[in-house]
């Protein structure tokens, strides 16, 4: 996608997001991405942005996909997260091994509950599933999506991982620190109708992970923008000691330092090579970086109005700290880019 | 120079963090905070159990401390029914002190602080809530924001403008002891809060509240400074709070690097070690200049230079332990109890004076330093 198309479809979606999100962004992160606003995104195509066409997808190029989670990002890192789950998570596992639930997931008819958590750095719990006759049972960790239709988890019995495609339960929601709107829980399976979709789970989820560079450095830099143009937007007309915020130096300097950085970042990023692996990398571990840094001062200068939901801002601030665990391994990226830079293993004393 | 504390306030830590294993736990933590509710019986017991006593300002200082080590949300809810005391312990009436003082400090009543104002935050002497003489009576018109016990304090210490004095703002504001149950008086409770959700925070509107004379806080004209003053005692309390939050963060880092060596895992990676470290190594500091600021306070020779140092430093050590233990424990944190430490921990930065502000009386009290050495 040239950079015309990438500007054209920016602005498509920064309309629908201003039609379709901005209003409730705090219902979402109360109640989750509801289902006319999954229906909503897929009829705009971006849901299945990735999803090859023959599945009812759009087969929209990476950086018209980046494009797209950037700019919802700014609205709701959790609505982003979403469209990143179902892009890059979903649809890369179940493949064309289930061709009808690939097509609920472009439609937004149906959605899967996903759990990550089991290669997840930190991580001290496995999920374990036992046989009961020919069912797969047992009880999922955090995931995302916990009311989903489907389930994707992983074993660590046998080690696969599994797709369920009946007996899924959300059992109890966790709205946790970050991306409260993607509805995370906990789940109970009891599913007889189920596709391994890797023998070698943990592998699978790994690579799926690690795949995320890109997706990542997207929703992080989304997430900063957000929040950043919340707090230029707030210092301009919020007054203190007489003075709008904006003509205190410390003030004025930190954030367009900030604005400076997210503008270098999203340039990067939108012409980055999607094969060169040291550029992606370092893309996310930068961008991570500067969302934690930009949301952290963007509510600091909202005062006491950004430790309030109602004022959009600290949301941001939560999901950039989550962003950094919840879909990546920091130490095992860390070891990358290590590897990256000294061309051989490095850094793992 | 002796650094360690005497035995009594040591025996207070010790009873602190008894009560803080015996009282507070994971489980209470997730749920007071999930369903923003104020730990009313967790308070009491905290009474009860003999470790608050504002009298006392050394034994306060730790036992805030120890209990925010365990929960922010709770350490701060069952210590701060006192919130403002100190305005009217070295500034009201002996009328006052019997009338309002007693009732809270055996813990049956919950008294606040009301001085931010919607649209005011740092900027106290912006304040607009004004009261008029009418009748022998003070009628208060106006608002305040982000008020600490806002719907469940009986009383408040309340800033308010009594006069306009032209170029001279933090001029002309008077403190007075507001009843919360008067005519005019409303509370909203603020809800959705980043983090200390088990803490009560409430806007109030004062229309037309009818306030006795006598409930005039010292001279009229000098809140201003009353405030002010209080504000160099609440800071070091803050960085009391701080430095629990970040100590928490840290127990939690520790447990989690035993948990990964017993597992035989990356534990002691160097990376993790040095930040571990660099936790510590803030802590510490924080702490000498918290105890430096609290001796020059309760020696009633306030140090407001050390007393900003301390709470802007002490919150920027909990914001970073809090960030950095999350990032080390990843998951197990994001699931456990350093989520809420995160969400805690950065309200440390904006209350009581946001660091920006801290910085600000810093830099201000060492230029004057500066001019009268140099004059």
Same mark, same amino acid.
């Given at each position: 996608?040239?950079?015309?198309?990438?500007?054209?479809?920016?602005?498509?979606?920064?309309?629908?997001a201003?039609?379709?999100?901005?209003?409730?962004?705090?219902?979402?992160e109360?109640?989750?991405?509801?289902?006319?606003?999954?229906?909503?995104?897929?009829?705009?195509?971006?849901?299945?942005?990735?999803?090859?066409?023959?599945?009812?997808?759009?087969?929209?190029?990476?950086?018209?996909?980046?494009?797209?989670v950037?700019?919802?990002?700014?609205?709701?890192?959790?609505?982003?997260?979403?469209?990143? $789950?179902?892009?890059?998570?979903?649809? *890369?596992?179940?493949?064309?091994?289930? *061709?009808e639930?690939?097509?609920?997931?472009?439609?937004g008819?149906?959605?899967?509950?996903?759990?990550? !958590?089991d290669?997840?750095?930190?991580?001290?719990?496995?999920?374990? $599933?036992?046989?009961?006759?020919?069912?797969?049972?047992g009880?999922?960790?955090?995931?995302?999506?916990?009311?989903?239709?489907?389930?994707?988890?992983?074993?660590?019995?046998?080690?696969?991982?599994?797709?369920?495609?009946?007996?899924v339960?959300g059992?109890?929601?966790?709205?946790?620190?970050?991306?409260?709107?993607? !509805?995370? &829980?906990?789940?109970?399976?009891?599913?007889?109708?189920?596709?391994?979709? !890797?023998?070698?789970?943990?592998?699978?989820?790994?690579?799926?992970?690690?795949?995320?560079?890109?997706?990542?450095?997207?929703?992080?830099?989304?997430?900063?923008? &957000?929040?950043?143009?919340?707090?230029?937007?707030?210092?301009k007309?919020?007054?203190?000691?007489?003075? *709008?915020?904006?003509d205190?130096?410390?003030?004025?300097?930190?954030?367009?330092?900030?604005?400076?950085?997210?503008?270098?970042?999203?340039?990067?990023?939108?012409?980055?090579?999607e094969?060169? !692996?040291?550029?992606?990398?370092?893309?996310?571990v930068?961008?991570?970086?500067?969302?934690?840094?930009?949301?952290?001062?963007? $509510?600091?200068?909202?005062?006491?109005?950004?430790?309030?939901?109602?004022?959009?801002?600290?949301?941001?601030?939560r999901?950039?700290m989550?962003?950094?665990?919840?879909?990546?391994?920091?130490?095992?990226?860390?070891m990358r880019?290590?590897?990256?830079?000294?061309?051989?293993?490095? &850094?793992?004393? | 120079?002796?650094?360690?504390?005497?035995?009594?306030?040591?025996?207070?830590?010790?009873?602190?963090?008894? #009560?803080?294993?015996? =009282?507070?736990?994971s489980?209470?933590?997730?749920?007071?905070?999930?369903?923003? %509710?104020?730990?009313?019986?967790?308070?009491?017991?905290?009474?009860?159990?003999?470790?608050?006593?504002?009298?006392?300002?050394?034994?306060?200082?730790?036992?805030?401390?120890?209990?925010c080590r365990?929960?922010?949300g709770?350490?701060?809810? @069952?210590t701060?029914s006192?919130?403002?005391?100190?305005?009217?312990?070295?500034?009201?009436?002996d009328?006052?002190?019997? %009338?309002?003082?007693?009732?809270?400090?055996?813990?049956?009543?919950?008294?606040?602080?009301?001085?931010?104002?919607?649209?005011?935050? /740092?900027?106290?002497?912006?304040?607009?809530?004004?009261?008029?003489e009418?009748?022998?009576?003070?009628?208060?018109?106006?608002?305040?924001?982000?008020?600490?016990?806002?719907?469940? @304090?009986?009383?408040?210490?309340?800033?308010?403008?009594?006069?306009?004095?032209?170029?001279?703002?933090?001029?002309?504001?008077?403190?007075?002891?507001?009843d919360?149950?008067l005519?005019?008086f409303?509370? +909203?409770?603020?809800?959705?809060?980043?983090?200390?959700?088990?803490?009560?925070? @409430?806007?109030?509107?004062?229309? +037309?509240?009818?306030?006795?004379?006598?409930?005039?806080?010292?001279e009229?004209?000098?809140?201003?400074?009353?405030?002010?003053?209080?504000?160099?005692? /609440?800071r070091?309390?803050?960085?009391?709070?701080?430095?629990?939050i970040?100590?928490?963060?840290?127990?939690?880092?520790? =447990?989690?690097? +035993?948990?990964?060596?017993?597992?035989?895992?990356?534990?002691?990676? =160097?990376?993790?070690?040095?930040?571990?470290?660099?936790?510590?190594?803030?802590?510490?500091?924080?702490r000498?200049?918290?105890?430096?600021? @609290?001796?020059?306070?309760?020696?009633?020779?306030?140090?407001?230079?050390?007393?900003?140092m301390? %709470?802007?430093?002490?919150?920027e050590?909990a914001?970073?332990?809090? =960030?950095?233990?999350?990032?080390?424990?990843?998951? /197990?944190?994001?699931?456990g109890?350093?989520?809420? #430490?995160?969400?805690? /921990?950065?309200?440390?930065?904006?209350?009581?004076?946001?660091?920006?502000?801290?910085?600000?009386?810093?830099a201000?009290?060492?230029?004057?330093?500066?001019?009268?050495?140099?004059?």
């Open positions: 996608m040239s950079m015309e198309e990438q500007d054209l479809l920016r602005s498509a979606v920064k309309e629908f201003q039609k379709s999100i901005q209003d409730k962004a705090l219902k979402i109360h109640e989750g991405v509801d289902k006319a606003l999954l229906q909503s995104l897929a009829s705009q195509g971006f849901l299945g942005a990735r999803i090859p066409e023959k599945y009812g997808g759009s087969g929209i190029d990476l950086h018209g996909y980046l494009t797209i950037n700019e919802l990002a700014t609205f709701s890192p959790s609505v982003a997260a979403l469209v990143m $789950l179902v892009n890059s998570v979903h649809a *890369p596992l179940i493949g064309d091994s289930e *061709p639930v690939m097509k609920k997931l472009a439609s008819e149906a959605t899967v509950s996903t759990s990550l !958590s290669v997840l750095e930190g991580n001290f719990s496995a999920t374990s $599933l036992k046989k009961n006759g020919s069912n797969l049972k009880a999922v960790n955090l995931s995302s999506l916990y009311r989903g239709e489907y389930a994707i988890a992983l074993n660590r019995d046998d080690g696969h991982l599994y797709l369920f495609k009946d007996g339960k059992v109890e929601e966790d709205s946790g620190l970050s991306f409260r709107g993607l !509805s995370n &829980g906990s789940l109970e399976i009891d599913s007889s109708d189920y596709t391994v979709l !890797s023998e070698k789970g943990e592998d699978a989820l790994k690579a799926v992970v690690d795949n995320l560079d890109l997706e990542v450095a997207a929703l992080a830099l989304g997430t900063a923008k &957000g929040a950043l143009d919340k707090a230029i937007d707030y210092v007309v919020r007054k203190t000691f007489e003075r *709008p915020l904006k205190y130096g410390p003030v004025a300097s930190a954030l367009s330092r900030h604005m400076a950085e997210y503008l270098a970042l999203s340039s990067y990023l939108e012409s980055v090579d094969n060169d !692996s040291r550029a992606k990398l370092t893309l996310k930068l961008s991570v970086d500067l969302a934690k840094r930009a949301t952290k001062a963007a $509510l600091q200068y909202h005062g006491g109005y950004g430790y309030i939901e109602d004022t959009g801002v600290e949301k941001f601030y999901d950039a989550g962003l950094s665990i919840l879909f990546q391994r920091p130490h095992h990226d860390s880019l290590s590897k990256e830079i000294f061309g051989e293993k490095s &850094g793992y004393l | 120079m002796d650094f360690d504390f005497p035995e009594d306030i040591v025996n207070a830590r010790k009873k602190a963090q008894e #009560f803080a294993r015996k =009282e507070i736990n489980e209470m933590a997730k749920k007071y905070d999930r369903l923003e %509710k104020f730990p009313e019986e967790l308070r009491k017991k905290a009474f009860e159990y003999g470790i608050i006593d504002y009298q006392n300002p050394w034994s306060m200082l730790v036992t805030i401390e120890e209990l365990a929960d922010a709770l350490g701060i809810s @069952a701060v006192l919130f403002g005391a100190e305005v009217i312990m070295l500034f009201g009436s009328e006052q002190k019997q %009338k309002y003082l007693s009732m809270v400090q055996n813990g049956d009543k919950i008294m606040g602080l009301a001085v931010t104002e919607p649209g005011g935050g /740092s900027d106290v002497a912006g304040i607009t809530t004004r009261a008029v009418k009748d022998g009576k003070y009628i208060v018109n106006g608002a305040k924001m982000f008020i600490t016990n806002g719907t469940i @304090a009986d009383f408040f210490v309340m800033l308010i403008r009594t006069e306009e004095v032209e170029g001279k703002r933090h001029h002309g504001l008077s403190a007075f002891i507001v919360s149950d005519p005019g409303t509370k +909203n409770k603020l809800s959705g809060k980043l983090g200390v959700r088990a803490t009560n925070t @409430a806007e109030l509107i004062l229309d +037309n509240v009818p306030v006795p004379k006598e409930n005039l806080i010292g009229p004209g000098k809140g201003f400074y009353y405030i002010m003053t209080f504000f160099n005692i /609440s070091a309390y803050v960085a009391a709070q701080a430095i629990g970040a100590q928490g963060a840290l127990d939690r880092i520790l =447990e989690h690097l +035993n948990r990964l060596t017993k597992e035989g895992k990356t534990a002691l990676a =160097e990376e993790v070690q040095f930040l571990a470290s660099d936790i510590a190594t803030r802590i510490e500091a924080s000498l200049l918290a105890y430096k600021a @609290a001796s020059y306070l309760f020696q009633f020779r306030p140090n407001p230079t050390l007393t900003s301390a %709470k802007a430093y002490a919150s050590t914001t970073f332990a809090a =960030e950095k233990a999350l990032e080390i424990t990843g998951y /197990s944190g994001i699931t109890d350093l989520e809420r #430490f995160f969400r805690d /921990s950065k309200i440390m930065e904006i209350w009581e004076g946001t660091s920006e502000i801290e910085k600000l009386i810093i201000r009290n060492l230029l004057k330093e500066y001019a009268e050495v140099n004059q």
